[in-house]
C-alpha cells in the first residue's frame, strides 16, 4: 500500500506505510511517524529527543466485511525548548479514542439510516462507542447554541417517562430548533436558560407559553418586558378538561337511568372537532342527544366551539370584543364550570390579546414533543442524561434525529 492510498483510503496523512499483516480475519496495516516530522506536543519545538515508544492500534474503516486496524509505534518526546516529556499527538484520531477520524465520520454517515444498536452490530463494535461517537458530534453541533438572534420562543414541559420525570424545552419558532433543555418543571427548570439568555444580548420580543403561574412569573421576572402569549391549543385543551369534569359531574348527577346511558361514553365526542364526527358510527346523532338532555352541558359544548373563533378575529379590537361578549356570556350561563373559567381568561386578557401582535403558539414545540417520545422509545430511554438532551437539540434535522 502507498502513502497516497493510505490518505486516500483512511484519511491518514504524514505517516509512512511500513507493511500488512492478516490475523484472525483482521486486516492491520502497520504505519509509522517519520523521524522528521516529530514535533513537541506542547511548543510544537522541533527540537526534540526520542524517549521510546507505546504501540497502539487504532479500528479504521472496513474493507467490505473485513475489520480493518492501523498499528502505529507512537514516539515519546523529550523538547529541549520547553523541557517536557510527552508522547506525540496522533493525527488521524482523537485523543483518547480507539478508532480514526474516517471511522467516526463513516459511523456517522450509518447513524442517519441506521439505529445505534445497528451501526454497533454491522462495525463489530460496542453500542457505546457508537454513543459516544454520536455525542460528541452532537456536543460540537449543539452543545452550546447561539442565543443572540433569538427573537419569539415557546416554553413547554414534557412528561419522559414514569415517576413523573420531565424535561422542560424551549424552541427557537424561527429556526424550529431546541435551544435549552431543562431538567424538571416549573420556573426552577429554567434558571440555567435566564442565566445563558443574558449573557447572550438576545432581545427577545414574545414568548409562547400556557396559563402556568410558575412560567408567567419565570418570565416576567427575568424578561419583563417581553410580550407573554397564552398559547391558544393549551387554553382549548383547559377548557376540554373542565368539559370532561362537568360531563362526569352531570352523569353522576343524572337520576334518570336513560339520562345516564345517554351520558355515557360521550366524553370523546364532546372533545371532538364537530367537523370529524363519524356519521356512519352515528356520533353526531349520539352528541345531539347528550346535549338535548342535558342544558349545562349543551351550553359549555357551544360556548366551546365559540371560543374557538377567538383566534381568527380580524384584529386585536375585535377580538377584545368577542371575548368581552364570549366572557360575559359564560358569566350569564349559571354554570359554575363557565363562571369560572370566565374568571380565569379575564385574569389572562393581555396574553390571549397578545396573539394579534405575535401570531405564535406553542404548536411547534408539540411536534417536538412528539418526535422526542419517538426518540425515546427508539432507543428504549437513554442512560445518559446528557446524551438525549443533545439528541433533543439536534431534532430539528430529523434525519439524524430519529434514530438510536
Not at 499483516?21 to 511548543?43: A, N
Not at 440555567?192 to 447572550?200: C, E, I, P, V
Not at 414574545?206 to 397564552?230: G, H
Request: aromatic fraction near 10%; proline fraction near 3%; hydrophobic fraction near 40%.
Amino acid at each position: 500500500m502507498s502513502t497516497s492510498l493510505l490518505y486516500r483510503t483512511f484519511g491518514i496523512r504524514g505517516y509512512r506505510y511500513v507493511a500488512t499483516k492478516y490475523q484472525g480475519g483482521r486486516t492491520v496495516f502497520r504505519i509509522e511517524q517519520p523521524v522528521e516530522t516529530l514535533r513537541c506536543p506542547e511548543c510544537q519545538s522541533r527540537h526534540v529527543i526520542r524517549r521510546g515508544e507505546s504501540v497502539r492500534e487504532f479500528r479504521t474503516v472496513p474493507i467490505g466485511s473485513k475489520l480493518v486496524f492501523v498499528r502505529l509505534a507512537i514516539p515519546r518526546v523529550e523538547c529541549r525548548s520547553c523541557g517536557v516529556v510527552r508522547r506525540v499527538k496522533v493525527a488521524f484520531a482523537e485523543r483518547r479514542c480507539t478508532y480514526t477520524q474516517a471511522f467516526e465520520r463513516y459511523a456517522l454517515d450509518l447513524s442517519k439510516h441506521m439505529t445505534i444498536k445497528d451501526v454497533a452490530k454491522h462495525l463489530g463494535v460496542s453500542w457505546d462507542v457508537i454513543k459516544d461517537i454520536q455525542k460528541r458530534y452532537l456536543r460540537r453541533r449543539f452543545g452550546r447554541p447561539k442565543l443572540k438572534d433569538l427573537k419569539r420562543i415557546a416554553i413547554d414541559e414534557i412528561s419522559i417517562g414514569k415517576r413523573h420525570r420531565y424535561l422542560t424545552v424551549v424552541l427557537d419558532l424561527a429556526s424550529g430548533a431546541v435551544v435549552y433543555v431543562g431538567q424538571g418543571k416549573g420556573a426552577d427548570a429554567l434558571t440555567a436558560f435566564w442565566h445563558k439568555l443574558r449573557s447572550s444580548g438576545a432581545k427577545v420580543e414574545a414568548v409562547a407559553i400556557d396559563m402556568s403561574p410558575a412560567y408567567i412569573s419565570a418570565v416576567r421576572t427575568n424578561l419583563p418586558t417581553v410580550a407573554i402569549v397564552f398559547d391558544h391549543f393549551h387554553v382549548i385543551k383547559l377548557y376540554n378538561d373542565k368539559l370532561s369534569d362537568l360531563r362526569r359531574d352531570v352523569q353522576r348527577e343524572a337520576t334518570d337511568l336513560l339520562h345516564k346511558q345517554v351520558l355515557k361514553g360521550t366524553r370523546w365526542l364532546l372533545l371532538k372537532n364537530p367537523d370529524h364526527l363519524d356519521e356512519s358510527r352515528n356520533e353526531r346523532a349520539r352528541l345531539d342527544e347528550a346535549l338535548r338532555l342535558n342544558k349545562p352541558l349543551a351550553t359549555a359544548y357551544y360556548l366551546k366551539e365559540d371560543l374557538r373563533q377567538f383566534w381568527t378575529q380580524r384584529d386585536e379590537p375585535a377580538a377584545a370584543a368577542f371575548l368581552a361578549d364570549w366572557i360575559a356570556r359564560a358569566e350569564a350561563s349559571g354554570v359554575r364550570m363557565l363562571k369560572e373559567f370566565a374568571k380565569t381568561l379575564a385574569a389572562h386578557r393581555s396574553g390571549l390579546l397578545a396573539y394579534y401582535h405575535h401570531p405564535i403558539s406553542t404548536g411547534p414545540l408539540e411536534g417536538t414533543n412528539t418526535k422526542i417520545k419517538l426518540l425515546q422509545r427508539q432507543a428504549y430511554g437513554f442512560r445518559d442524561p446528557e446524551f438525549f438532551k443533545l439528541k433533543i437539540k439536534g431534532l430539528h434535522e430529523t434525519k439524524y434525529a430519529l434514530v438510536g
